[in-house]
C-alpha cells in the first residue's frame, strides 16, 4: 500500500516538475527582446530591377530563440534605410522574409534601347590596339581607317604575287592588297557606344552575373535613319562605305569616356 501510494507522490512531482519548467522557459522566453527582420508586405509585388519603396515593407518580429542562423540570410529591420532604394534581383511577391540575396544587383537587360529615328550598326574593332575593357556603353568612340583602303579601287593584281596562294583567285589578289595598305588615316564619327558583343555593362557586372563575354571586338554604334530606315548622317554612310569596301576588316578607335577624370589622365 506504502508503495503505491510513493508511485503516486512521485507521478505528481514529475508533473507538478514539467509544469513549473515548462512555464519559466515561457516566462524566461517572453522576457527576452525579439529580433527584428524587414518583410515584404502581403498583396505587394516587386518585379525584377525595381526598386524597393519604404511602404513596400514591414517589420517582422521573431522570438531570439527561433532565430537560429536566419540572421546569415534575411535582412534585419535596422538596415531599412539601406534597402530602400535598392533594386530587387527577381521577382517577389508578399508576404515573405526580405533576404540579402534579394537586393543584389540584377542581371543586365540584354535589349538595346533605340529610340524612333534610331538604328544601330556593327563595327568589328581592333581589340591588340586598344583594351576594350576600358569602353563603357554610353561612351563616344571615332572610328581610325586608311585613306587607302577607302580611296584604293580594288588592284587586279598584288604589289607581291608570290605572296598569294593562288595569283587568279580574284578574292586572295584583294585581300593581299588590303593587308599591304597603309598610308594616312582619315578619323570617322564620333558615334555614340551601345553594346561591345553582348556587353551592355560593365565587365565587372558581367563578370558578377557569371554572363561570358561574346563578340567583344564587335562594337555596337548608335546612328540615326528617317521614315524609310535609311541612313541620314554623312558620317554613317561613310563608316558603312569603308566597312562594305574592306568587308568588315578591324578598324582602331579613338575612344571618348563618360568619366572626365579617366579623360583627362
Known amino acids: 500500500m506504502k508503495s503505491i501510494h510513493g508511485l503516486a507522490l512521485a507521478a ?11 512555464a519559466y522557459l515561457h516566462n524566461k522566453s517572453q522576457n527576452k527582446t525579439p529580433v527584428e527582420f524587414l518583410g515584404i508586405k502581403a498583396g505587394t509585388t516587386i518585379n525584377a530591377g525595381e526598386p524597393f519603396s519604404d511602404d513596400d515593407l514591414e517589420v517582422v518580429s521573431i522570438p531570439d530563440s ?39 544587383t540584377p542581371p543586365p537587360d540584354p535589349r ?19 583594351p576594350l575593357a576600358l569602353v563603357m556603353p554610353g561612351d563616344r568612340v571615332s572610328f581610325l581607317v586608311s585613306r587607302l583602303r ?56 558581367m563578370k558578377a552575373n557569371r554572363i561570358p563575354q561574346l563578340q567583344g571586338n564587335v562594337m555596337t554604334i548608335r546612328v540615326k535613319v528617317d521614315k524609310n530606315n535609311e541612313l541620314t548622317e554623312e558620317k554613317a554612310k561613310k563608316l558603312v562605305e569603308v566597312l562594305l569596301e574592306t568587308k568588315f576588316r578591324e578598324v582602331g578607335i579613338l575612344h571618348f569616356p563618360q568619366d572626365r577624370e579617366l579623360r583627362n589622365r
Open 112 to 130: 538595346l534601347r533605340l529610340a524612333e529615328g534610331e538604328a544601330s550598326i556593327g563595327v568589328p574593332v581592333d581589340s591588340r590596339a586598344y
Open 66 to 104: 527561433w532565430v537560429g542562423n536566419l540572421r546569415k540570410y534575411a535582412v534585419l529591420a535596422e538596415a531599412r534605410k539601406a534597402a530602400v532604394g535598392e533594386p530587387s534581383w527577381r521577382r517577389l511577391s508578399g508576404p515573405r522574409l526580405l533576404l540579402e540575396e534579394d537586393i543584389r
Open 150 to 205: 577607302i580611296n584604293s579601287p580594288t588592284p587586279a593584281v598584288a604589289d607581291d604575287p608570290d605572296n598569294i596562294e593562288d595569283p587568279l583567285d580574284p578574292v586572295a589578289v584583294n585581300e593581299a592588297a588590303l593587308r599591304g595598305a597603309s598610308g594616312p588615316t582619315e578619323t570617322i564619327g564620333p558615334f555614340e557606344v551601345l553594346s561591345l558583343g553582348n556587353r551592355l555593362v560593365s565587365s565587372d557586372v
Open 12 to 22: 505528481a512531482l514529475g508533473v507538478a516538475g514539467a509544469i513549473l519548467n515548462f
